[in-house]
């Protein structure tokens, strides 16, 4: 370990002559399989290339700059790790999907690093059983449609990915990823805050997804678990909380969805043993709750909090939204009784199309919404409609009573 301190200082000193970083790569072949490199506190020019399992700890005073051309650190070599770096600067090419991290390998641990200035942040490409955890990541700075996305799966199984801070980027992309942990993440100012396509068997769970256009996207994924987020202010144009496209036996459980355009939307599923189930979620504050589109409903909505959204449900049919499942759901507009007091009204909660439909219907009259003009012509609806409405969705047991 002296002979390579010694190697640092000499090849720092030469490049602080030739006013460029002295190049880390020497220093990781040197380090033996197995071992552990620790660079002085200082700054590196990459690119690395990890091709056995070592570990290189820059505890957190260590920079390694990419030069701007292609991926700053890739790791080829199962059981490597990387924590503590500063990385920046990597190329911008998205054919080549440059990056600060590239793990093409298993088993590896990469974390506690923060990542800025790089195109992508830390891809995942064919690596199985890793862990990325504790990072800080991202983009360039340019239109959000143009940046990299701040963490990639391609074909990447059976993956931990939590506690990353992930800040305007471009997406949180999976395709064709299976069986990972996404846990505990904090992802905001970007445009997706995580999109999953032909991703199967995934956790989503206990992330912070605020301020983006679009929240969580699921795409042809089935069997995922998304339970315990808080997303929040996907306001822009039509941006959703949630948005799932034929994807079946997904679970919807114990979120958060606030302040959104549309805080779930689904379509029908395409087999009916192939429900979404939604349970035990706050829908709050979103101009609409919830929305689904497709010839027929057949989803499970259950024992959820629905509180002070402009429109609560609205489908593209009648039928798309009355044959979901509805039962034990909280409603504020509910205004039936509960005379045995067991927290379940005396009556259905039975919601009928009026002036809204007009809306629905015609995008421009959106403009309108809330209005006093929509209010008067919505109370005309109801007093003397001019045929008989259409019920929408009916819940047999809505609840009267919130749980302390």
């Known amino acids: 370990m002296k002979f390579i301190t010694l190697i640092f200082i000499l090849l720092s000193s030469f ?13 990781v ?82 974390e506690d690093n923060k990542l800025d200035n790089v195109l992508f942040g830390i891809q995942l490409k064919q690596a199985d059983g890793n862990i990325v955890r504790g990072n800080t990541i991202s983009s360039l700075d340019r239109d959000i449609s143009i940046r990299g996305d701040g963490i990639r799966m391609w074909y990447a199984h059976d993956n931990t990915i939590e506690n990353n ?30 999109e999953f396509i032909y991703s199967h068997d995934n956790e989503v769970a206990n992330n912070t997804i605020t301020n ?7 795409i042809y994924s089935n069997e995922l678990s998304i339970h315990h987020n808080r997303i929040s202010h996907m306001r822009e144009l ?4 949630l948005s799932f496209k034929e994807s079946a036996e997904v679970v919807v459980a114990d979120n958060e969805i606030a302040h959104c355009a549309i805080g779930m939307q689904a379509n029908s599923p395409l087999d009916p043993g192939n429900r979404m189930i939604a349970e035990n979620n706050l829908f709050t504050y979103n101009v609409l709750g919830l929305y689904f589109y497709g010839e027929k409903g057949g ?38 009784f509960d005379r045995d007091g067991d927290g379940i009204g005396d009556k259905p909660y039975d919601v009928y199309l009026y002036s809204e439909r007009i809306w629905a219907d015609r995008p421009k009259l959106k403009f309108f919404r809330g ?34």
């Open 212 to 218: 983006n256009i679009t929240g969580i996207v699921l």
């Open 15 to 27: 490049g602080n002559i030739a006013y460029a970083y002295p190049p880390l790569q020497l220093y």
């Open 165 to 194: 801070v992930l800040d305007k980027v471009r997406d949180f992309a999976s395709n064709n990823s299976t069986g990972n942990r996404v846990l505990g993440n904090k992802i905001s100012n970007s445009r997706v805050g995580m």
């Open 299 to 336: 989803h499970i909505i259950r024992n959820n909090r629905f509180e002070n959204n402009f429109t609560d449900v609205l489908g593209s049919a009648s039928m798309t939204v009355r044959q979901n499942i509805w039962s034990g759901n909280y409603w504020d507009n509910y205004r039936g």
């Open 371 to 404: 209005s006093p003009a929509m209010e008067m012509l919505d109370v005309s609806f109801r007093l003397a409609p001019f045929s008989q409405p259409k019920l929408q969705y009916s819940d047999k047991k809505p609840r009267v009573k919130l749980e302390k």
């Open 238 to 241: 039509v941006g959703a909380g």
């Open 29 to 110: 072949e040197l380090t033996p399989a197995g071992g552990t490199l620790k660079p002085p506190a200082g700054k590196y020019s990459g690119p690395i290339i990890i091709k056995k399992p070592i570990t290189i700890d820059g505890a957190g005073k260590v920079e390694i700059d990419g030069g701007e051309s292609g991926t700053v650190i890739t790791i080829k070599a199962n059981n490597s790790v990387v924590r503590g770096l500063h990385i920046t600067n990597s190329g911008t090419s998205h054919n080549s999907v440059d990056a600060g991290i590239s793990i093409e390998a298993n088993d590896c641990i990469v």
